[in-house]
């Protein structure tokens, strides 16, 4: 999709801090860490978000959940959040679906 920087991410258009890549997926650092493990896990495919989601999709999000358990395991992180927002009220601020991954400190609950 044009204009997307996720899509621009995921393409080498603009560089990221590769933590995990394959075919279908992409996990890099949060260039704005909110803990002292942050990255964002986004499928190749530009999907808006979790709202977008169907049928025909949604096969990504379980196999994202795959790769993060697996970047867990290498990494040897074993609490992490999950977290994904979609629209503005939840804070979402990119348009392509991601997920983000934080550790390594106390999250607190519930979300501030
Ligand atoms: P959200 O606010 O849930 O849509 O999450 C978007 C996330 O993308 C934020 O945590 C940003 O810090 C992060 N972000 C924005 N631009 C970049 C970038 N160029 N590289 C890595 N992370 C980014
Ligand atoms: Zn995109």
């Given at each position: 999709m044009e204009n997307c920087l996720f899509c621009k991410i995921a393409a080498g258009i603009i560089p990221s801090s590769k933590v995990y890549e394959d075919e279908r997926v992409l996990a890099f650092n949060d260039i704005?860490?909110?803990?002292?493990t942050h990255f964002l896990v986004i499928p190749?495919?530009?999907?808006?978000?979790?709202?977008?989601?169907t049928e025909e999709n949604s096969g990504i999000v379980a196999y994202i959940f795959e790769v993060i358990a697996k970047i867990a395991k290498e990494k040897g992180i074993e609490s992490y959040r999950v977290v994904t927002n979609y629209g503005e009220e939840a804070?979402?601020?990119?348009?392509h679906l991601h997920f983000h991954v934080l550790a390594g400190r106390n999250l607190g609950w519930p979300p501030g």
């Open positions: 704005d860490p909110q803990a002292p190749k495919e530009h999907i808006t978000g979790a709202g977008a989601i804070g979402q601020t990119v348009p």
